[in-house]
Structure formats: structure tokens, C-alpha cells
């Protein structure tokens, strides 16, 4: 049985039309679902009997499962249980321009960044358009705040998982539906060249961020798995594809680590790269793992290759720090619990 949040308002419109019933009956659904939070079908009051007997044969409406909520200064971390007894995170993080929530997109990864916990536990599988939906539902409920941002940065790569990744954005954008704006929407990617082409030609205002890391292949390759398909030539080609047809300005993500991208040669490299793109770069200290060998550069160092980025005329923003207290790496928090 399908899970009621999975269902874009399009695909509920087709749902009441092949079955005999008004297509407005998608809207009424909809607004029931997201503006008035209702846990079950029958808790609809201006919906006929035969209409909820019809969903409640057709769907399911279960949230997520909260197994454990960890919190610090501004940020929560949840880890949840899905049906098939897998898990998958989601980070709400609090700022002084609204609530933001990192959602997981994937059960684990497939992509192979060497720094990352989530890709130390390889893919189980995608996740559903209703499972990410489901993230920001049960987040919402729990903490009795509305999330105004999104960010499709937690386990896996959403570009792995382009359609229901769309579908999800499309729920969340509708105004039907959650209602967040979609300049409020990131999506992040390693670099799925073919799926960036491929986002240029979505037509929601969607914001793109590269997890670029390394500003030469030598580097990249030492510390992404997906440079040695996809090299950063190529991804730049893709992104200057993605800037004109969209006009739109690119984040570049670029974790420092320490001793292997975070010198100031590597800063001049990097905006020699950059130089003309439309684009501003934001600068992660790493949030260190038990797993991995990987440090975070001294804060002088960060502070260095901010000062030359600068200098170079690229726009440059140092990320405040969020949850190295309660395992907010992305995937530390469901490595440590099933090891647990």
C-alpha cells in the first residue's frame, strides 16, 4: 500500500479522476493533510464517506518513527525508523532567518566521499518521495515549530534519486501542499553531471549546491570517488550550463580538512577555478568522526584561505559550526546507533 505522502497533487487529481470522483477532491486532501495535520483519514469533515473508505483502501498515512532526538545550541538531530526497519536522519537547525531542516534523500550512499560517515555504510536503497516528505512532517510535530528551509544535504545523493527527489519538491513547494518557498529548497549534489544538465531544465527556483571540496582533480580524486567519473572540467562545464539557462547562482561547499585541501595554494587554485562563475563558496570546518582519520584545520588556517578567497573577489562565507556534540555529521548518528 502507498503512503498518502508520496502523491504529488497532480497524481491525486488522476487518482479521484480514474475513480469516478471530482478532481477537487485532490485540493480538499491536501489541504487536510498539510495545513490542518490530521492523523487519519476519517478526521476529514468535508469529505463524503465513500471518499475516505476509497483512500483509507488505497493508502496508508503512518509517520515516521522518532527512535532518538539528540539536541545542542541550535540544532536537533533526529534519527528515525522506516517500515523495513532501516534508518535514515534528518538535522533541524535554528537561525536567525528561520528554521532550517537537513533531510536524507538515501539509506546510506553509494558515492564514496572518503570524509564521509555516510558513505562508510554503503546504499541500502532510495528513499520514497513519502519518506522525505515524512522527515519534515514528524520534525515539525515534534518540536512545534514551522521549518521555512530545506536542505537535501543528509544520507545519500539526491541526484541519485532524481524523480522522487522532484516529487518531493514539488509537495513541499506546492501551496497546497507545506507550502516552503522554492528559493527556499537546496538541493546538494557530489557532482551528477548528467542529472545538473538535467535540473537546469526544472522550472522551479530551486537552489543547486556543489559539494565541490578539492580545487584540482588531483585532490578530488584522492578524497571523492565520483571526480574519477565525473572530473571537475566537466562538472564546471555542467554548472555554466545550469547558470545560463537558469540565471541563478551556485553554492559551492568546501569542507576543510586538514593537511589535504585547506592550504592557501589551494585557495588560489580554487578561485583561479571559480573566477567569472556566478557563483560564492561556503567554507565547512569538518565535524570530525571516530571513523575516520580525517581532522578539521586549525581555525587560523580556515581563516587564511577565507582572506585569500577574498582577495580574489570570490564570495565567501565561513559556515557556523552546528552539533559536533550530538553526532550531526552527516550519518554519524545511525553508524554509532546500529553499532550500538
Known amino acids: 500500500m502507498k503512503n498518502i505522502y508520496g502523491e504529488t497533487m497532480e497524481a491525486l487529481e488522476q487518482y479521484f479522476v480514474e475513480h469516478n470522483q471530482a478532481k ?96 562508510r555504510l554503503k546504499k541500502v536503497r532510495n528513499l520514497k518521495t513519502s519518506e522525505m516528505v515524512r522527515q519534515v512532517l514528524a520534525v515539525e510535530e515534534d518540536s512545534a515549530i514551522r521549518i521555512s528551509h530545506v536542505v537535501l544535504m543528509g544520507i545519500g545523493e539526491p541526484f541519485d534519486n532524481y524523480e522522487e527527489v522532484i516529487k518531493f519538491i514539488d509537495i513541499i513547494n506546492h501551496p497546497k501542499g507545506i507550502d516552503i518557498g522554492s528559493r527556499h529548497i537546496t538541493v546538494s549534489t557530489s557532482g551528477i553531471v548528467p542529472k545538473i544538465k538535467e535540473f537546469a531544465d526544472y522550472e522551479k527556483q530551486v537552489n543547486l549546491a556543489i559539494s565541490l571540496h578539492a580545487p584540482n582533480n588531483t585532490i578530488r580524486n584522492s578524497i571523492m570517488e565520483i571526480n574519477k567519473a565525473y572530473p571537475i572540467e566537466k562538472l564546471i562545464e555542467a554548472i555554466q550550463y545550469y547558470i545560463s539557462k537558469t540565471n541563478r547562482r551556485v553554492t559551492f561547499e568546501y569542507i576543510l580538512l586538514k593537511g589535504v585541501n585547506d592550504s592557501r595554494e589551494n585557495a588560489k587554485e580554487l578561485s583561479t577555478l571559480l573566477a567569472g562563475i556566478n557563483c560564492y563558496v561556503n567554507l565547512i570546518p569538518y565535524n570530525e568522526t571516530s571513523h575516520i582519520e580525517y581532522k578539521k584545520s586549525d581555525q587560523n588556517t580556515i581563516l587564511a584561505f577565507y582572506d585569500e578567497l577574498k582577495k580574489n573577489q570570490i564570495a565567501v562565507t565561513i559556515r557556523r559550526e552546528f552539533g559536533s556534540n550530538v553526532n550531526a555529521a552527516c550519518g554519524q548518528l545511525r553508524s554509532n546507533y546500529k553499532e550500538e
Do not use: P
Open 24 to 119: 477537487f477532491k485532490a485540493t480538499q486532501v491536501f489541504e487536510w493533510l498539510y495545513k490542518k495535520r490530521i492523523h487519519q483519514f476519517d478526521e476529514m469533515r468535508n469529505v463524503s464517506k465513500e471518499t475516505i473508505s476509497l483512500l483509507q483502501q488505497d493508502f496508508s498515512m503512518d509517520f515516521l518513527k522518532i527512535v532518538t532526538k539528540k539536541s545542542d545550541q541550535d540544532v536537533s538531530k533526529y534519527l528515525f525508523q522506516l517500515e523495513d526497519d532501516n534508518y535514515i536522519e534528518a538535522v533541524l537547525m535554528y537561525h536567525d532567518y528561520g528554521n532550517s531542516l537537513c533531510i536524507s534523500t538515501q539509506v546510506g550512499c553509494n558515492m564514496g566521499c572518503h570524509f564521509c560517515e555516510s558513505g
